[in-house]
C-alpha cells in the first residue's frame, strides 16, 4: 500500500510488474519470485521484510539491476530495465541506484575517500569535482575523519558508512540497501538506521531489505514477502507524518 | 571514465600483489633477454667465422694434394697419385693457359720449433713459399718487408714472422734483424705480419713465412708441396680460374678420370657457404631454445592473469555493482597484462644489451636488431593475448554472480 500523499501525483521511482525468477528447468524449477508487482513512490522508505528463501534477496538484485528477471516488466524511474543491454544497465547502476550490501563490499587496500570516489570515477566525473563530492559524502556519513584509512583499519560500522557514502555520492535516485545492519552490532546499527532517517529526511528514496523487525520499523512502509510472493503491504503508522 | 584513470587502475592493481608482479615481470625479461642474447651469440659466431675466413683470403683458391681415401677409390687412383710440386706451381702462372690468375704461390709446411736464445716457441704455421704468397692469403706487413723473388731464387734464411711468434721469442723488443733458430737452422727476421687475431681455433699470428727454397733445402725437402695457393684476378672470374687450374693440373698430373682426381682444390666460396649454413643451423637452435623460453614467460602471464581475475571476481562484482562499465574492466586488466609484459619486456632489452656485451663461449654476440623487435613484440603480444581472455571472461560475468564469488 501506497502512501495516499505520494501515490498519483507524481512518476513511480520503481515499477515492476509480473516479476518471475526461476531457477532450474521442468520439474526441477525453483520460483524465487513467484509473480511480483510493486511500485514504490520517490520518497519513500520501504522496509522489505520476509525470512529466508522468501525471495526478498532476488527482488532487491533485481531492483538494484544487478541480476535479470526470466518474466515480468520493470521500470527505474520511468526507464524500462528488463530489455536493457550490459553497457546501458552500467550506467543506470552507477547513476540511478546507490547499494548497500551487508557485507560492506569495499576495495580492500584502497582508502575510503578512492572507495568512494570509484563510482564517481566511472562515470568519468572530473577529479576535483570528484574528490568535493566524495569528501561531503563522507561528512554526511561522519567519517570526515578517517578518510584516508583503508577498509581493514575501520570498524564494521565505519565500513558500512563508508559504503553508504559511497553509494551517496553519487547522487542516486534510490538507495537500496541488503540486509545493511546484518554484519553490524546493535550501536552501529542504530547509527546507520539514523543515517538513514537523516537520508530520507533529505528526500531521497530509500529502499531496504531485513529480516530484523526494530530495522523495519523505522521504515515508512513496510513490505512482506514469503514464498516469492507479496503477502502483505502496509503503512508504518507511527512513521508516517 | 577516461583511459588515464583506468591506467592508474592498473597499476593500484598490479601494486596490490608487488611479489607476483616482480616474479611475472622477471619471467618474460629473462625470456625476452635470452631471445636477443642467443640469436646474438649465433649471430655473432657466424660473423666470426666470416672474418676468420675473410682474414684467409679472398679470391683464392687452395690446390692440396688428395692423399689417402676409403675403398676402391683411392686403390683406383694406386701409384698414379702424384704429389703437388714446384712444377705444378710453375704450369699454373702460365699467362696464356690461365689468363684468369693473377698469381700463384706454392707452400712447403714444415714443424718446428723456433728458438731466440732460451725462448722457444712452435709456431701453428710454418710455410716455406713464394713472396706471391703474402697478397694471395691477405698478409700484410706491420713491420719490416716482405722477402723478395731473389730471396726464393737465392735460398736465403729470412723469415717473416706472425706477432704471437714475435712476442714468444723477443718480448718486446724489435725481432727486425735478429736471428732465430727454427729446427735448429738459422733464420734472420726481415719483417712481422699485422696482427690477424685468432679464428676460434687457430691463432693466426702463430706464424712463420720463409722463402721456399730455404724450407725445403733446409727442414722439408724438395719432394712434395703441402698446397699451392692460387689467386684469381677478381671475385667474378673465380669460376674460370677454378677451371683453368682444373684443365692445367689434370694435364699436369695426367689424370683420366676427372671424377677421380689426385688433388683437390677449396675455395673461398665454398667454404663460406658451409660455414654460414653450419652457423645459421647454430642460430636457429639458439633461437628455438630462447623462443621457448619466451614461451613459458607468456605462460607465466596467462597464468597469473588467471589466478589475479579469480582472486578479484569479487571486487570485479562490487566494482559493476557501482557502474564500472564492462569496458573499463576489461581495459584495467589488460592493461595490467600489458604493463607486466612491456615492463618486462623493457627489462628483458636493456639486460640483453648489457648481457651481449660479454663474450659467450669465446663468441662475441652481436645484436640482431630484429631479434630485438621480435622479443618485445612477442611479449606484448602474448600479454594482451593471453591476458584478454581471462579478462573477458570476468568483465562478462552478471555483477551478481560475481559478488556472490568468494
Known amino acids: 500500500m501506497v502512501d495516499p500523499t505520494l501515490e498519483s501525483t507524481t512518476q513511480p521511482i520503481i515499477r515492476v510488474a509480473g516479476a518471475v525468477k526461476r531457477y532450474g528447468e521442468g520439474d526441477a524449477a525453483i520460483f524465487a519470485l513467484a509473480g511480483v508487482d510493486l511500485t514504490i513512490y520517490p520518497g519513500e522508505y520501504v522496509a522489505i521484510m520476509g525470512p529466508s528463501g522468501s525471495g526478498k534477496s532476488t527482488l532487491m538484485n533485481i531492483l538494484g539491476a544487478l541480476d535479470n528477471m526470466t518474466k515480468g516488466k520493470y521500470f527505474l524511474d520511468g526507464i524500462e530495465i528488463d530489455s536493457m543491454d550490459e553497457n546501458a544497465l552500467s550506467i543506470v547502476r552507477g547513476r540511478k541506484i546507490g547499494f548497500i550490501f551487508q557485507s560492506f563490499n569495499l576495495i580492500p587496500r584502497t582508502t575510503a575517500l578512492a572507495n568512494v570516489e570509484l563510482p564517481l570515477a566511472y562515470q568519468g566525473i572530473k577529479k576535483d569535482e570528484r574528490r568535493k563530492r566524495a569528501l561531503k559524502a563522507l561528512d554526511v556519513v561522519g567519517l570526515s575523519e578517517r578518510i584516508d584509512h583503508e577498509p581493514t583499519e575501520l570498524s564494521g560500522g565505519q565500513q558500512q558508512r563508508v559504503a553508504v557514502a559511497r553509494a551517496l555520492a553519487t547522487r542516486p535516485a534510490l538507495l537500496l540497501a541488503d540486509e545493511p545492519t546484518g554484519a553490524l552490532d546493535s550501536k552501529s546499527t542504530q547509527d546507520l538506521l539514523d543515517l538513514f532517517d537523516q537520508i530520507n529526511n533529505a528526500g531521497r528514496t530509500v529502499v531496504v531489505i531485513t529480516h530484523e523487525d526494530d530495522v523495519g520499523s523505522r521504515a515508512k512502509r513496510v513490505v512482506r514477502m514469503r514464498d516469492g510472493l507479496i503477502i502483505s503491504d502496509t503503512l508504518n503508522k507511527g512513521r508516517v507524518a | 571514465m577516461n583511459i588515464l584513470e583506468i591506467v592508474r587502475f592498473a597499476f593500484r592493481g598490479l601494486g596490490t600483489n608487488k611479489l607476483r608482479t616482480a616474479l611475472t615481470t622477471l619471467g618474460i625479461a629473462i625470456g625476452v633477454a635470452s631471445v636477443i642474447i642467443l640469436i646474438a651469440v649465433g649471430n655473432g659466431s657466424s660473423k666470426q667465422i666470416q672474418s676468420s675466413i675473410d682474414r684467409l683470403g679472398t679470391n683464392t683458391i687452395t690446390i692440396q694434394a688428395n692423399r689417402g681415401g676409403f675403398g676402391r677409390q683411392a686403390a683406383s687412383r694406386g701409384a698414379s697419385s702424384k704429389p703437388l710440386t714446384v712444377a705444378d706451381a710453375v704450369a699454373l702462372s702460365d699467362p696464356i693457359k ?274 630485438v623487435l621480435l622479443a618485445s613484440g612477442v611479449s606484448v603480444l602474448i600479454g594482451l593475448f593471453f591476458g584478454s581472455y581471462p579478462a573477458s571472461r570476468a568483465a562478462s560475468l552478471r555483477p551478481i554472480e560475481a559478488l556472490r564469488h568468494e
Open chain 2, 98 to 371: 690461365a689468363p684468369d690468375i693473377k698469381q700463384v704461390a706454392p707452400v712447403a709446411s714444415a714443424t718446428a720449433t723456433c728458438t731466440n736464445g732460451s725462448n722457444t716457441s712452435t709456431p701453428g704455421t710454418f710455410n716455406g713459399t713464394w713472396p706471391a704468397w703474402f697478397e694471395a692469403s691477405n698478409t700484410s706487413i706491420a713491420k719490416g718487408s716482405y722477402f723478395t723473388n731473389d730471396d726464393v731464387v737465392q735460398g736465403r734464411r729470412v723469415a717473416v714472422i706472425g706477432n704471437t711468434t714475435a712476442t714468444d721469442l723477443f718480448g718486446t723488443q724489435s725481432p727486425i734483424g735478429q736471428e732465430i733458430r727454427c729446427g735448429g737452422i738459422p733464420f734472420t727476421v726481415i719483417g712481422t705480419t699485422t696482427v690477424k687475431g685468432s679464428s676460434g681455433f687457430q691463432d693466426g699470428d702463430s706464424l712463420v713465412v720463409a722463402p721456399l727454397t730455404a724450407v725445403q733445402r733446409s727442414l722439408t725437402g724438395y719432394n712434395s708441396l703441402q698446397s699451392i695457393v692460387v689467386e684469381a684476378k677478381s671475385a667474378k672470374v673465380q669460376d674460370f680460374a677454378q677451371t683453368e687450374i682444373n684443365t692445367i693440373m689434370d694435364a699436369q698430373h695426367k689424370v683420366k678420370n676427372t671424377s677421380n682426381r689426385d688433388y683437390r682444390t677449396l675455395n673461398q666460396a665454398s667454404l663460406l657457404a658451409t660455414s654460414s649454413s653450419n652457423s645459421s643451423v647454430f642460430t636457429v637452435l639458439l633461437g628455438v631454445v630462447a623462443a621457448i623460453s619466451l614461451l613459458v614467460g607468456g605462460i607465466g602471464i596467462t597464468n597469473i592473469m588467471l589466478v589475479t581475475v579469480v582472486e578479484r571476481t569479487r571486487e570485479i562484482g562490487i566494482r559493476k555493482a557501482i557502474g564500472a562499465p564492462k569496458g573499463a574492466i576489461l581495459s584495467q586488466f589488460l592493461i595490467e597484462a600489458t604493463i607486466l609484459s612491456l615492463v618486462g619486456g623493457g627489462i628483458g632489452v636493456i639486460g640483453g644489451y648489457i648481457g651481449s656485451h660479454f663474450k659467450i663461449i669465446g663468441i662475441q654476440p652481436v645484436i640482431v636488431p630484429a631479434s
